[in-house]
Each structure stands twice: as structure tokens, then as C-alpha cells.
């Protein structure tokens, strides 16, 4: 089972350069740990994110890492031009040496959509556009226009990606419709509903690919994402959580709240109550091996991604986590493959 | 700013036979290598489409690079400032000023090639006033903490406070290209070898008029720049370094001039002529560029003393690699620079 983190680098209050850094240094860590992956989220105009533009982030990880797999949960497609995001593709495999995980998506929310003056009711059709020039241009190496509305593009040559053919996509899902869109496309899907909500989803995932005829060992990976806080103490470890969580609600829902807009993930007001939802844990590594082993049978999995480092949460404190998970939890899913 | 008076302007064109993966992985090395040497600036044109540039999202390699290095600046030279989304190249600034904790040089241009500007979605014809409209809203985003598109006739969309910003209280500002442009606006001039005095007299006269002027990019304090950006080849002797300089202008001139081959899809003749006029100013110039930018440790030592000299210049680029010049010479280019040449002119400074 492999394991990956998840990462907005939201607002800690300290100085931006130094967050980066301590940023960076943790991608390092959860490297020499054993993670399998850091993915990084796209946000823009909101304190959700100091690198709203993730792929320089990810570029800058690839010089400090070799092993861990670097990607993006998810890119924002509508926010880019879709030539410029298959350079970036190209570019970054490169730069990662092939450890490029892409994710992609619409972005869900309006607000963020507007601050590229881009309408949500466009978003759509815009990411629809941008996966078919990205998928094009991983079969041919130069740029299509969907519809051959402007044969110019065609013209244009582009760097292409070390994977062969093409860095693994992730897509997040919060839908069967979704789920079997990604599946039917050979994408992995990452959720972050409960559990019990994503079953349906990992069960139409596995019939759509079972439907496409292809091996049942190729299959993309279904995972969820949760935030997790471990310490040998577990009431340590919930005071952590629940310290942290504030700053981090704060970011989540500053534009969102400032727009009088509900957003599809409930983020309520503690960290206890999140947990109670199904979105989060803090605990011993007993506990944590234990709702590990709940999420994947509730929901599914083949994998999971845990956000270690957020809100006001302490280096050290995240460094614990990441530590005790690796050594604690980690081993006892070692060759396992629980997805059902 | 800039701790020596030397840098380096690189396209990152394609090496045939090295692998992708591996012209990156050389050229972080080779930049590796300026910074330990002192070098000031790494600074990386943007082009699209072809292998005139292979790493066409600058800010990418250049947010590899700022991990590998801790003191030499960095920056694109150019931006093509119409290409892309006011709000993505303000978030890229923030962005990588943090990443190279405040080491950022910011060169910005409207971008030469025709065709590359219809692949970006917008007329060629129409790219200047894209260009100055951009300028200004990355300038009032960076002087204000908060990105608007209020006065722009291009872009639409609300005020969005920057989530972060520049590390640098203001990041320097490049224009390689009229003076009058880059003295309007309050930015260094990048100038393609020795600058003449009329040109510079009219760097110097349009900073000085337009100091009200509504895009400006210097702050209080800042003075006009001129940069001179030169091929550069050393070998042991002065026939092998300009067999490797020839190579070096063949190569760029000949991908220079394959990046226009797709401009008469959407211009007609005479634009497409028009379009060429930087190609063929690079042509003229060819032989000159050898012969100067060739030679062995003690010429180069000469002729960059004499630059140096001129009392217009405060920093000289070097290119390198270019063109069909191999890694192992640009390589042996850059040692012999630090161990030859750059001793022998601070030992002139120090005599002078």
C-alpha cells in the first residue's frame, strides 16, 4: 500500500521565505522516511497557499529530493493556457527526472475561478479543452486545437514528459459519474468525502475499469486524503490538532465565508468534530494503524494521502507525525495491497 | 545589487544526442559552478515551439535553479509579458523571490517571434499595447499587495489581495530593447554587446523625463543600468575559440531563423520581413560577435577590461553555451573565465 502526503502550505504566521524552506526540508524528510509521494494543492487570492503557483514549488523540490514522487492535487486547468501547461508538464518531468505526479481538475471554487476573471460556468467546457490538448499532446509531442478551430497550434513542438507515455494523473472525485470517468481514462482518484460516501465511487471506479477490459494490476489507485496528527501520547496528540486546525479553518474558509458561499467539503469549526466526520485523526500510532485499516475497508483504498503540515502546526510536530507514522505504521502495510 | 559585474544569459537551446533530462541536469551544474565562482546573474530567454528554448516555462528552471545555488540572482530575460496571465506572472514573481529568498531579476519583453504570439491565443499586431497594459498591472500589484485589472483594456477581473509577495522590497526590472522603452519605465538596459553613446545618451535623457511617468518600475534611489550582453568562447588558443564562437552564432542564427518559419501562416510578406529585422541585425553583427567574443584567457581579459572601461557599462552577460557549441566547451569557457580571466582583471582593477 503505498502512502503520500498532501500539502496546501497555507499561512503559518511566520516569515513566507522561511515557511518555504521549512517546507522544502520537510518534502526531504517525508523522502528519507518513505513516503511515496508529496502532492501539492493549487489556490489562488487566499491565505490557503503561499506558492499559488505549485509547480515552481515542485520544480524547486526536484533539486532537494531524487525518490519521492513529486505531483499536484490538483492543477487548476482552467487557470492556465493550455500550451503553457504542456510545456510545464514536459518541463517538470524533466526536472523531477519522471517522478511527476499530475493532478488535475476545475477547480471548485468560484471565487478563486474569478480572480483570472474566468466565469465557473465556463469551467467546464475550459477543463474539458485543456485535458484533451494535454492528452493530445502526450501522444504526439506538439499542440492540438480541439475542434481544429485553429490549425496554428499544431505547429507547435513541446518538450515531452520522461514517463512513457505520460506522468500518472490524479483526478479529485466527488461523484459516481466522476469516478467512472476517471477510471474509464486511467486516472487515479483522490477523494476527500467520508469513507462510507466514497465506497459507491471506489466500487464504480473498479466495475468502469473492469468494463475497459484492461488487467486487473493496472488498475489507477483510489485513495482519500485526511489530515492526521500522531503522537506517542494521543491526548497529546489531539491538543496539537486542535491548536493547528484553527489557522488552518481560518485559510479554508476566509474566501468562501467572505462570498457567503458554502463549499462542497465541510470543514466544521473543531478539529474533534472533523474527525467525527471522517475527514481527520489524531491519536497514538495504534489508533492511527487502526483508522487506516477502517478507511480502507469502509471505503476502498489502494492508498492514502494524510496532510501532516498545517495551520499553526510546529515543525517538529509534523516531523513527529511523519516519524512515528514511518516507523510505527507504515511497516505494518508493507507489501499489503488491502483494495477490495 | 548584483555582487560582481558578470553573469550569464542562456537560451538552454538543445544539445542533439544529450537527452532532455540531461541538458537540465548540466546546466544546473554549469550555473552551480558561476555562483561558487561569483558570478552575479543567471538570467533565461523564453521562447516556445521549438529547440531555440527547451525550457520555455522559465520560472520552472529557474525555481530548480535557486536549489542548487545561494547567491547568484536569477531571473528570466525576458518574460514575454504577453504570453501569459497578469495574475500567473505576479503569483510567479512572489513565488520565486521566496524560493530564491529574494535573489529575483526580472527582464520583460513584448516577445520578437510572430508566430509565437498566435500560439498564445492574441495578434501580433496588438502585442505592444498588451505588453505595456501587463507592465502596469504587475507594477501596481507589486507596489500596492493587491492584483487589479482596474484601468487595463485587456483584462478583466476583480481586485484579489496577494496571498504573498516578493521577499525583495523591489525586484529589479530588465528591458533589452529601446532605451526609450527602458528608460520610460525606470528599468536596467540590456544591450546586445558594446552600447553607442547616442543610445545610451537617450537611455539616460528618457529615465530622467519620464520619472512621473505612470509605469514606472524603480524605486527611490535606483539608477539607470546598462548591461551588454556578449557571446563568449575561451580555448587555450584564439583559432580554436573561434572555430567553437562560429559554431556557437551558426547554431543560434539558424534556430533563431527556424522559429520564424511558421510566421507567413498568419502574416503576409512584407510583415513577415518586418517580423525578421532583429534576425537580420543578428546576422550582420555575426562576424563582429565572433571575433570578439573569441579568444584566449588574455584577449577576453582585454577586451572586457576595455568594456568595463567604457563608463556606460555596469555589467556584462555572457552567452554561453549557444548554438552548436558543445557542454564541454561552455564548460571549459566558464572555468577558464574564473581561473584566468576574472584574476587577471581584478588585478588590473587593483593596479588601475
Not at chain 1, 85 to 106: F, K
Amino acid at each position: 500500500m503505498q502512502f503520500g502526503v498532501t500539502d496546501h502550505i497555507d499561512a503559518a504566521g511566520i516569515p513566507i521565505a522561511d515557511q518555504i524552506e521549512e517546507r522544502l526540508r520537510l518534502v526531504q524528510y517525508y523522502e528519507q522516511l518513505g513516503f511515496d509521494r508529496y502532492m501539492l494543492t493549487e489556490h489562488h487570492g487566499t491565505p490557503l497557499s503561499l506558492a499559488p503557483s505549485p509547480h515552481l514549488f515542485l520544480a524547486a523540490a526536484s533539486q532537494r529530493t531524487t525518490r519521492i514522487r513529486l505531483g499536484t492535487l490538483v492543477t487548476l486547468l482552467p487557470l492556465y493556457n493550455p500550451l503553457r501547461l504542456v510545456e510545464e508538464v514536459g518541463l517538470l518531468d524533466q526536472l523531477t527526472c519522471g517522478r511527476l505526479e499530475l493532478g488535475i481538475g476545475r477547480g471548485v471554487s468560484p471565487v478563486e475561478m474569478a480572480t483570472y476573471g474566468i466565469d465557473p460556468a465556463d469551467t467546464r467546457a475550459m477543463f474539458a479543452e485543456a485535458y484533451e490538448v494535454l492528452t493530445q499532446a502526450f501522444c504526439s509531442d506538439t499542440v492540438s486545437h480541439p475542434g481544429g478551430s485553429d490549425s496554428v497550434r499544431e505547429t507547435m513542438v513541446v518538450v515531452p514528459p520522461v514517463q512513457d507515455p505520460h506522468p500518472p494523473l490524479w483526478y479529485g472525485v466527488a461523484s459516481v459519474e466522476r469516478a467512472e470517468w476517471a477510471a474509464r481514462n486511467g486516472i487515479n482518484m483522490m477523494c476527500l468525502r467520508a469513507a462510507d460516501v466514497v465506497r459507491p465511487f471506489s466500487d464504480r471506479f473498479c466495475e468502469a475499469w473492469e468494463e475497459t477490459g484492461r488487467p486487473l494490476e493496472e488498475r489507477p489507485l483510489r485513495g482519500v486524503d485526511r489530515a492526521l496528527v500522531i503522537a506517542e501520547n494521543g491526548d497529546e496528540a489531539r491538543r496539537v490538532a486542535t491548536d493547528a486546525y484553527a489557522a488552518f479553518r481560518h485559510s479554508l474558509m476566509l474566501l468562501w465565508d467572505a462570498a457567503g458561499i458554502t463549499p462542497p467539503t465541510t470543514f466544521p469549526p473543531t478539529f474533534e468534530l472533523w474527525q467525527h466526520l471522517g475527514g481527520a485523526f489524531a491519536g497514538t500510532p495504534d489508533e492511527a494503524y487502526e483508522f487506516i485499516i477502517d478507511q480502507v475497508e469502509v471505503a476502498g483504498l489502494d492508498t492514502m494521502n494524510f496532510h501532516l503540515a498545517f495551520g499553526t502546526i510546529s515543525f517538529d510536530d509534523t516531523c513527529r507525525t511523519a516519524a512515528l507514522f514511518a516507523e510505527e505504521v507504515m511497516p505494518a502495510f508493507e507489501g499489503v495491497s488491502l483494495g477490495r | 545589487v548584483l555582487a560582481s559585474k558578470f553573469g550569464i544569459f542562456d537560451h538552454i537551446e538543445d544539445i542533439p544526442g544529450t537527452p532532455t533530462s540531461r541538458l537540465f541536469r548540466d546546466r544546473l551544474e554549469l550555473i552551480k559552478t558561476a555562483d561558487e565562482a561569483g558570478f552575479a546573474g543567471y538570467h533565461l530567454a523564453e521562447h516556445h515551439g521549438g529547440e531555440l528554448c527547451m525550457a520555455p516555462s522559465q520560472e520552472l528552471f529557474i525555481a530548480a535553479a535557486s536549489q542548487v545555488t545561494t547567491q547568484i540572482r536569477l531571473g528570466p530575460m525576458v518574460k514575454l509579458l504577453p504570453m501569459h496571465h497578469p495574475v500567473r506572472i505576479v503569483e510567479d514573481i512572489c513565488t520565486l523571490d521566496q524560493l530564491t529568498e529574494g535573489r529575483l531579476e526580472f527582464g520583460v519583453g513584448r516577445g520578437a517571434v510572430p508566430i509565437e504570439h498566435y500560439w498564445f491565443s492574441h495578434e501580433w499586431g496588438g502585442s505592444r499595447d498588451l505588453f505595456t497594459d501587463t507592465l502596469g498591472i504587475v507594477q501596481r500589484s507589486l507596489a500596492g499587495g493587491e492584483i487589479s485589472s482596474e484601468g487595463s483594456r485587456f483584462f478583466d477581473f476583480p481586485p484579489m489581495p496577494l496571498s504573498t509577495r516578493p521577499l525583495q522590497e523591489r525586484i529589479p526590472f530588465w528591458y533589452p530593447g529601446s532605451p526609450v522603452t527602458a528608460g520610460r519605465h525606470g528599468m536596467s538596459l540590456m544591450w546586445p554587446g558594446k552600447i553607442d553613446e547616442a543610445a545610451h545618451e537617450l537611455y539616460l535623457r528618457s529615465w530622467e523625463q519620464h520619472r512621473d511617468s505612470e509605469i514606472r518600475m524603480d524605486g527611490p534611489g535606483d539608477e539607470p543600468r546598462v548591461g551588454y550582453s556578449m557571446l563568449l568562447a575561451i580555448a587555450p588558443t584564439e583559432r580554436e575559440a573561434r572555430d567553437i564562437a562560429q559554431r556557437g552564432m551558426d547554431g543560434l542564427v539558424r534556430r533563431t531563423r527556424q522559429s520564424h518559419r511558421f510566421d507567413h501562416l498568419k502574416l503576409s510578406a512584407d510583415e513577415c520581413d518586418a517580423a525578421q529585422a532583429p534576425l537580420r541585425a543578428i546576422i550582420a553583427n555575426m562576424d563582429t560577435a565572433v571575433q570578439f567574443g573569441a579568444g584566449t584567457p588574455n584577449q577576453i581579459a582585454e577586451r572586457v577590461a576595455m568594456l568595463l572601461d567604457d563608463g556606460m557599462c555596469d555589467y556584462i552577460c555572457f552567452m554561453f553555451p549557444a548554438g552548436d557549441m558543445t557542454f564541454d566547451e561552455s564548460r571549459r569557457t566558464l572555468d577558464l573565465f574564473v581561473t584566468e580571466v576574472q584574476p587577471q582583471l581584478a588585478q588590473e582593477t587593483a593596479a588601475g
